[in-house]
T-cell receptor
Framework: SQQGEEDPQALSIQEGENATMNCSYK?????LQWYRQNSGRGLVHLIL?????REKHSGRLRVTLDTSKKSSSLLITASRAADTASYFC?????????????FGSGTRLQVQP | SQTIHQWPATLVQPVGSPLSLECTVE??????LYWYRQAAGRGLQLLFY??????ISSEVPQNLSASRPQDRQFILSSKKLLLSDSGFYLC????????????????FGDGTRLSIL
């Protein structure tokens, strides 16, 4: 099963509103990353948060990490139509020896102008 | 700056035909390289990753294979395509950082949309 699962699967909001997406995972991690994907394109890295960090900001993006609950959230403030995309979390599980991330199934965000 | 090139952008192939998708990276050396497949509206399935020339780790048993003949070249192949091989194929690279690479951001190409008829 997927290590990271995003919630909700789809989200539709009005321009100017905030968008919150959640990610839950099953095993302990070294870090968690969020990516964005415009339709038909590759993924673009947004933020990496390490297991010893609780919150990170980048422009209008805010990511939190709660390792006790094995969950993370991505908040996009003052959303714009250009934020319409799918958003994925990806985890780096501990102690697997695997040099690769595990991606969730994504949240599709639609921002209405 | 680093760039990643993936081609072709779209490909239509008959069942049973061979496949070769190529990915090259510029502006970095000794990257980790990755091949993913994405079904429509779904997340990414890791197919293969490579930490160096000739070193390939396979994640999912299937009729696909990968090779890394040069440091910044990653090739995805099949001898005989199946209908189930249809999908969006993405190549990505990352630096190695201090722990081998999984603590580094991944940088993706624009993908190849493969349709099997």
């Amino acid at each position: 099963s997927q290590q990271g699962e995003e919630d909700p699967q789809a989200l539709s909001i009005q321009e100017g509103e905030n968008a919150t997406m959640n990610c839950s995972y099953k095993t302990s991690i070294n870090n968690l990353q969020w990516y964005r994907q415009n339709s038909g394109r590759g993924l673009v890295h947004l933020i990496l948060i390490r297991s010893n960090e609780r919150e990170k900001h980048s422009g209008r993006l805010r990511v939190t990490l709660d390792t006790s609950k094995k969950s993370s959230s991505l908040l996009i403030t003052a959303s714009r139509a250009a934020d319409t995309a799918s958003y994925f979390c990806a985890t780096d599980p501990m102690d697997t020896g695997r040099r690769a991330l595990t991606f969730g199934s994504g949240t599709r965000l639609q921002v209405q102008p | 700056s680093q760039t990643i090139h993936q081609w072709p952008a779209t490909l239509v192939q008959p069942v049973g035909s061979p496949l070769s998708l190529e990915c090259t990276v510029e502006g970095t050396s000794n990257p980790n390289l990755y091949w993913y497949r994405q079904a429509a509206g779904r997340g990414l399935q890791l197919l293969f990753y490579s930490v160096g020339i000739g070193q390939i780790s396979s994640e999912v048993p299937q009729n696909l294979s990968a090779s890394r003949p040069q440091d910044r070249q990653f090739i995805l192949s099949s001898k005989k395509l199946l209908l189930s091989d249809s999908g969006f194929y993405l190549c990505a690279w990352s630096g190695k950082g201090g722990t081998g690479g999984s603590n580094q951001p991944q940088h993706f190409g624009d993908g190849t949309r493969l349709s099997i008829l």
